[in-house]
């Protein structure tokens, strides 16, 4: 079995989906949180001067989806047809776009602009988001799951963004992200199956506390 190396921040963010993904595999990895001085040594060494990186026996991977990738491939998660890898690639995106509204709203700086684009986000954009990715999963072929009969990439990787929209609880429209009270009864239970898996919910009990 190779040696896995994960270093990231001591941060959920762009490494949680891969930590997820070997936590639901049972497979042993290192998960290396990095500050101050030592990630200042080390981002010249990274491929892209950013952190997550993989290391698998030494040889280094950047960018966090082809860390995904090959975290899926190795753990069995990332479907097994062509249409269930497609579809896993179809919610890893549209959750990639949700995330960077969330950033530009957590990002602006001038009031008024954030307002309007908070509004933007929460009101209309998720929202419409949901209801997409609710139709995706009742066209699944009778799966609760986004790819195939089982638990893979794409449902941890929407579990992540539930998970980090329900942390927030940002203003008015946190009532979605509470259990009984969302439209999306297929994405409320999806997560809630995720976070039923045992080895899931073993690293839900014990990680590390962090904003997002
Ligand atoms: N596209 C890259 C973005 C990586 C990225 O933005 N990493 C940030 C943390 S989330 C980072 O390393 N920031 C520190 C820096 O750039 O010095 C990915 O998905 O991995």
Redesign the pocket.
Known sequence: MPTYKLI??A?R??AEVARLMFHQAGIEFEDERISGDA?HKY?PETP?????TLSIDGQVI????A?NTYVAEITGLNGETPMEKARVVMVVESVSEIFQKLAAVHYEKDEAKKAELYKATFEKAIPEYFCRMEKILSDGGGSKYFAGSKVTRADITFFTLFDTLRQAKIGEGREWFEKGATPCPKLEQLVFDVEKEPNIRAWLEKRPESSF
């Open positions: 990231y921040f941060l963010g762009r990630w981002k892209f001067g950013q952190l997550p950047g960018q966090s989806q860390i």
